[in-house]
């Protein structure tokens, strides 16, 4: 018997994401191994929203909508089961929503560090084949990991 592999998906509502995770079950995936289902949303914010009846120097801080918070995080859940808990058949995996920063380097840096705290025996993800304006304003969380993974990493374009 072969020891027991972890293995981490970075995943989004992308259809790329669902490719990815099809690429791991038909290439990478073996009896045993554990799947980490992870997926990075933001954390709750206060609303910073403009002046007051008084005028424009005031501002009106709301504080965090946790219930919608936690409507984020089920339906983040739900996503994750419906797209692709079902791919991964009978295998053993684990759903990981993380509240973290969503810029493209935040995301990056959340992939890095669950990789070297699992040990994780393979990062698999999904370019989403930006173009270099769009990487310029938007970042690459797969150039930042190619750099900094701990872990072997596979991305699929």
Known sequence: MTAKRNLLLSVDESPESERACDWLCNNLLREGDEVHLFHVIAPPHAEVMGGGASGADELLVEPPDLAADQEMVEEANQMI?????????????????????????????????????????????????????????????????????????????
């Open 81 to 157: 089961i419906e797209k692709f808990a079902s791919r991964l058949g009978s295998n053993a995996y684990k759903v990981e929503v993380v509240r973290f920063e969503t810029s493209a380097n935040k995301v990056a840096e959340a992939l890095c560090q669950r990789a070297g705290d699992l040990q994780a025996a393979a990062l698999v993800m999904a370019s989403h084949n930006r173009n270099a304006l769009q990487r310029w304003f938007l970042g690459s969380a797969s150039a930042y990991v190619a750099a900094n993974c701990p872990a072997p990493l596979i991305i699929l374009h």
